[in-house]
């Protein structure tokens, strides 16, 4: 079972920076994708960024030039690097692990950016 802790959101003007982190742990033999989506009240789930298991970095195209992913795969993180904040940017962000067994996701964090 993999547990996924985020972390880093907050309130921040326009045009602000924020990055988000993701802590995996439990027992992780391996994995198809993982990455970051995010939701707003009354829309779907929103892709954000991801990583393929071969490694690519796939963006929605909302965020693509202005957000980053990466990871740590010692260390069990990921990150998400969000420049050029705009308030439409303002959801809650998840992160996920897939796996032959589904996706587990994290609990979500809070982004908001005011303008």
């Known amino acids: 079972q993999v547990q996924l802790v985020e972390s880093g959101g907050g309130l921040v003007q326009a045009g602000g920076s924020l990055r988000l982190s993701c802590a995996a742990s439990?027992?992780?033999?391996?994995?198809?994708?993982m990455g970051w989506y995010r939701q707003t009240p009354g829309k779907q789930r929103e892709l954000v960024a991801t990583?393929?298991?071969?490694?690519?970095?796939n963006y929605g195209d909302s965020v693509n030039g202005r957000f980053t992913i990466s990871r740590d795969n010692a260390k069990r993180m990921i990150y998400l690097q969000m420049n050029s904040l705009k308030p439409e940017d303002t959801a809650v962000y998840y992160c996920?692990?897939?796996?032959?067994?589904?996706?587990?996701w994290g609990q979500g964090t809070q982004v908001t950016v005011s303008s």
């Open positions: 996920f692990v897939g796996s032959v067994s589904g996706r587990a």
């Open positions: 439990g027992r992780i033999l391996s994995f198809n994708d």
């Open positions: 990583f393929s298991s071969g490694g690519m970095i």
